[in-house]
């Protein structure tokens, strides 16, 4: 059977090359994956399996069950004094399905999204996927791997369409000043575009600064697709439940696009999505302490070793220590630290050009786990 020209060259990413890697392996200390180590909460399994009994077990709205949508308004005004309606929500099948959506909705072939390197690698196939151009703007450490307005204007042709923002960031855990995305709205309003703000990790943020949501900066509201799910913030990833704040020409296109794709999200875990959203507050704040503190024991291990430096905990779950002191180059190090030591982290060179020089380093284990995978490291890096 011969496959599209398309996908003829299609090749898995180095995310993917480790993900694929481990599962022949046996022993690995696994700090690759973001996912967190915390099995959903007891209650929120109870919440899927009652939905069940209730009688929940046909085909949902397309644009998801309107509960589903209140919680998710009611949790963002809660925590981030976002205000929305329901009407403006969209569920979709793990935060990831959103930009596909959003992109197919938005981008006319050639268009071009601007994307702070280093970016989640998704990101660029999404874009590409979607016919549009993905335009890298590399950031650099000594600004904390923000992005620079002066680099944005230089990056900008009257073909840029939008921008895809993440913050807390997945690679590099860097938590954006509130001044900083003022600067990018002003950008945005000169510019007439759209962002599209992955905001999946809002609830870890640990500079001292809250989280700052993109969508509140005025003039944004209308031109934000904001980006959110239950998967980290709820321990939720297998239950694959995501949503979107957005206009409503664009959500009613979302779930046009989606019935043609998955028709509505699963009945069980939308309903298990909502419990969480009304009742672990709690649970999400003791959470993310845990994860901080996880954080600041790997940075401080990692700046003892030899030709590894490392920046201080900000956000999400990740650290993106720089190993080119070592003389090994991102994908050099990731395979042989596998291979000789079995520990597994992923290739900075995987999430742009700007990361090569860095791996990135999930903290999504117990304290144990970590100490384990740090002195291996470390073991390591004392032999090269």
């Given at each position: ?63 998801g ?11 963002w ?50 874009i590409r ?6 335009v ?21 042709t ?40 992955d ?25 934000t697709?904001?980006c ?28 046009v ?59 999400a ?46 903290c ?12 291996a ?8």
């Amino acid at each position: 059977m011969k496959l599209a020209e398309k996908f003829s060259t299609q090749k898995p990413s180095g995310m993917v090359r480790v993900f694929q890697a481990i599962e022949n392996m046996q022993g690995v200390l696994n700090l690759s994956i973001g996912e967190p180590d915390f099995v959903t909460e007891p209650d929120i399994t109870e919440a899927g399996a009652k939905a069940a009994l209730d009688g929940f077990t046909y085909y949902p709205p397309l644009q998801g069950f309107r509960d589903v949508r209140e919680a998710a308004c009611a949790y963002w005004e809660r925590h981030h004094a976002y205000k929305n309606s329901p009407d403006n929500v969209y569920i979709s099948v793990g935060s990831l399905h959103v930009p596909w959506l959003a992109l197919s909705a938005l981008l006319n072939p050639g268009d071009e999204i601007l994307l702070f390197e280093p970016y989640f690698t998704p990101y660029a196939a999404q874009i590409r996927g979607n016919g549009g151009v993905p335009v890298t703007i590399k950031t650099h450490e000594e600004n904390n791997f923000a992005p620079s307005i002066q680099e944005l204007r230089a990056a900008a042709t009257p073909r840029t369409r939008g921008i895809i923002l993440n913050n807390p960031c997945n690679p590099s855990g860097r938590v954006m000043t509130l001044k900083q995305l003022e600067e990018i709205a002003e950008f945005v309003l000169e510019r007439d575009l759209f962002v599209l703000s992955d905001e999946i990790y809002e609830s870890m943020v640990f500079t001292g600064e809250k989280h700052n949501c993109f969508a509140n900066i005025p003039g944004m509201k209308e031109r934000t697709l904001l980006c959110g799910g239950v998967s980290k913030s709820h321990c939720m990833t297998g239950w694959r439940i995501g949503y979107v704040f957005a206009p409503k020409e664009i959500i009613n296109v979302m779930c046009v696009l989606s019935s043609f794709q998955t028709y509505g999200v699963n009945t069980l875990s939308q309903k298990a999505a909502a419990y969480a959203m009304n009742t672990q507050d709690e649970k999400v704040a003791s959470r993310a302490k845990v994860f901080q503190t996880r954080m600041e024991l790997v940075s401080k291990r990692l700046n003892n070793m030899k030709g590894v430096t490392c920046h201080s905990a900000e956000g999400a779950f990740y650290l993106f220590p720089k190993i080119s002191g070592t003389g090994l180059s991102s994908e050099e190090f990731t395979w042989r630290l596998l291979n000789e030591a079995k520990v597994a982290v992923l290739p900075g060179s995987a999430f742009g050009e700007t990361g090569e020089g860095y791996v990135r380093i999930a903290c999504t284990q117990s304290m144990e786990t970590l100490e384990k995978s740090m002195d291996a490291m470390q073991e390591f890096c004392d032999r090269l």
